[in-house]
Each structure stands twice: as C-alpha cells, then as structure tokens.
T-cell receptor, first 113, second 113 residues
Framework: KAGVTQTPRYLIKTRGQQVTLSCSPISGHRSVSWYQQTPGQGLQFLFEYFSETQRNKGNFPGRFSGRQFSNSRSEMNVSTLELGDSALYLC????????????FGPGTRLLVL | AQSVTQLGSHVSVSEGALVLLRCNYSSSVPPYLFWYVQYPNQGLQLLLKYTSAATLVKGINGFEAEFKKSETSFHLTKPSAHMSDAAEYFCAVDGGGYNKLIFGAGTRLAVHP
C-alpha cells in the first residue's frame, strides 16, 4: 500500500506571496492532519480534516488554512508569507476513528525569502 | 492539557551500547503515547504506540518502551545500538480532540563506531 505523498517536496517563495501544499493520504484513510516543523518551535499541530470538515485546529493565525476533498486528499494554504513560515510542513493520515495512529508523509520544505 | 518533555536534546552512544531516550508526559486523561523517528530530509516514522493494552510496548527495529504511570514516563530503549539508529527521535502524546499529536522537542541520537 502506498504511503502518504506530499507535493511539492521543496518550494521557494518570497515574502507576501501565497503557497498551496498538497497531501494524498494512504488509501482508505479519511483523516488528514497537518504539522509545521521548525528548529525553534519544533513540531506543531496546524489542523485536522475528516470528511471535508475541519475538526481540530491548532494555534496558528488565519493566514494558514486548509481543505479536504471528497477523495480525502488535502491541501493547505498559507497566504501573505512571512520569513517565519519557512519550515517543513508534514501531513499525516489515519483511519477515521479517534486516537488512531498517524502515518506521516515526507514533508514539503518551504523556504521564504 | 497534554504535554511532553524529552530530557536531553542530544544523546551519543557507542555502537553496541544501550540506547535510552527519556520522555515524560502530562495528560489529563489516560494517554496514548507514541515514539516516532525522523531520518534526515524525511518525514516521521512510527516506532511504537502505547494504548494501555500493555505497559511494555515493542516496536520496530528492536526498540521498546515502558509506560510507567507513577513516574509519568515512557522511555525508549534498545539493547544494542546500530549505526543506522542515528536519527532524531520524538515522543508524542495524543493531544485530545481529533487526531492531534503533541510532540516533545526531540532527541538527536548519534551512534559512534
């Protein structure tokens, strides 16, 4: 069974631009969570989607948003990029039940200049 | 609120030596606990998961962890380190709500010949 895939793997943007990252979950997984990983803040939860609905959200500004499609694929968007948004963005998928194991993708590394 | 503390941001061992990575948690509910490993430029790979079924949890690659409620600990061990174990290790607790993980700051393991 194929794992979680994320595209693109690397991205360079400039301040003020916006960016969209994509995540395809493991087949059969309907929950998708997003995390931001930075050297200073570590791994932080952004949000979780299930059945096209955001069920949980972390403490990030409204510039960070996401959505999920009917095939469970998910996208996250960051508008008005700031230098501090440079990070590895990780997507994880799991079965629909609560407290299920999350399986992570390889991440998208975003550099904001 | 749930939280995780990993003692020691860097641990160095010799090949063949015991690996011990420390994790303490705080949780207002019976916790689900996880250990993940991250190799350079990769996502997170699940090593093992505690769900209250057994206090000693065996994972992949010879790793295991013991849940000690009285000490609020979930330390990761491996009897004999291999060079391939060099990576960053993250302890995580189920953050409550929908599929939200709270991660520790991580421990970077170095293995010397």
């Amino acid at each position: 069974k194929a794992g979680v895939t994320q595209t693109p793997r690397y991205l360079i943007k400039t301040r003020g631009q916006q960016v969209t990252l994509s995540c395809s979950p493991i087949s059969g997984h309907r929950s998708v969570s997003w995390y931001q990983q930075t050297p200073g803040q570590g791994l932080q939860f952004l949000f979780e989607y299930f059945s096209e609905t955001q069920r949980n959200k972390g403490n990030f500004p409204g510039r960070f948003s996401g959505r999920q499609f009917s095939n469970s694929r998910s996208e996250m968007n960051v508008s008005t990029l700031e230098l501090g948004d440079s990070a590895l963005y990780l997507c994880a998928s799991s079965l629909e039940a609560l407290r299920e194991t999350q399986y992570f993708g390889p991440g998208t590394r975003l550099l904001v200049l | 609120a749930q939280s995780v503390t990993q003692l020691g941001s860097h641990v160095s061992v010799s090949e063949g030596a015991l690996v011990l990575l420390r994790c303490n948690y705080s949780s207002s509910v019976p916790p689900y606990l996880f250990w993940y490993v991250q190799y350079p430029n990769q996502g997170l790979q699940l090593l093992l998961k505690y769900t209250s079924a057994a206090t000693l949890v065996k994972g992949i690659n010879g790793f295991e962890a013991e849940f000690k409620k009285s000490e609020t600990s979930f330390h990761l061990t491996k009897p004999s380190a291999h060079m391939s174990d060099a990576a960053e290790y993250f302890c995580a607790v189920d953050g409550g709500g929908y599929n939200k993980l709270i991660f520790g700051a991580g421990t970077r393991l170095a293995v010397h010949p």
